[in-house]
T-cell receptor, first 113, second 109 residues
Framework: NAGVMQNPRHLVRRRGQEARLRCSPM?????VYWYRQLPEEGLKFMVYLQKENIIDESGMPKERFSAEFPKEGPSILRIQQVVRGDSAAYFCASSSGQRDEQYFGPGTRLTVT | RKEVEQDPGPFNVPEGATVAFNCTYS??????FFWYRQDCRKEPKLLMS???SGNEDGRFTAQLNRASQYISLLIRDSKLSDSATYLCVVNSGTYKYIFGTGTRLKVLA
């Protein structure tokens, strides 16, 4: 039973390019969360999605960032026109219910040069 | 006041020692509580859920004190491999999980 999968594990982008991060939740999980973590800092909530619906995107910058969780396929976090400040580790987590344990993927480390 | 507060540490303890961390939360309506462990540059891994009656898993014991609004994690017979950052997570009863900033533990040989 595979856990939460994320790819790519490492992503290097030049300023102005687009970054696309993918997350496949654990089997049977329909709740997906995206978090961002800067070095030596805590996890910051970005967005919460259920299949085909964005439930809460209050932690996500209004510009350049978007997320989706289509009926088929992984959840995608998209960052357009990346800037150096977007460099961070982006973790995806999934759960089977709103109050249940979350399980994290290995993360995508984005470096913007 | 932060919603979830943890002492950042680091807690430096010798192998074999017993160490305890506390985590306080501000929302009295909080319903679910968890401890995660995060190693450097890795994802958080679920250590244990915290139930009202408390729970134990080997050398690890977690307790919940609703009256004082804190949860605790006790590690007995510390191992070098226990060195990590321990994250306290509180769920308010909806989909919101609030993460503490973590407590760093270093177990010394």
């Amino acid at each position: 039973n595979a856990g939460v999968m994320q790819n790519p594990r490492h992503l290097v982008r030049r300023r102005g390019q687009e970054a696309r991060l993918r997350c496949s939740p654990m089997k049977g999980h329909s709740h997906v969360y995206w978090y961002r973590q800067l070095p030596e800092e805590g996890l910051k909530f970005m967005v919460y999605l259920q299949k085909e619906n964005i439930i809460d995107e209050s932690g996500m910058p209004k510009e350049r960032f978007s997320a989706e969780f289509p009926k088929e396929g992984p959840s995608i976090l998209r960052i357009q026109q990346v800037v150096r400040g977007d460099s961070a580790a982006y973790f995806c987590a999934s759960s089977s219910g709103q109050r249940d344990e979350q399980y994290f993927g290995p993360g995508t480390r984005l470096t913007v040069t | 006041r932060k919603e979830v507060e943890q002492d950042p540490g680091p807690f430096n303890v010798p192998e074999g020692a017993t160490v305890a961390f506390n985590c306080t939360y501000s929302n009295s309506a909080s319903q679910s509580f968890f401890w995660y462990r995060q190693d450097c540059r890795k994802e958080p891994k679920l250590l244990m859920s915290v139930y009202s009656s408390g729970n134990e898993d080997g050398r690890f014991t977690a307790q919940l004190n609703r009256a004082s609004q804190y949860i605790s994690l006790l590690i007995r017979d510390s191992k070098l491999s226990d060195s990590a950052t321990y994250l306290c997570v509180v769920n308010s009863g909806t989909y919101k999980y609030i993460f503490g900033t973590g407590t760093r533990l270093k177990v010394l040989a």
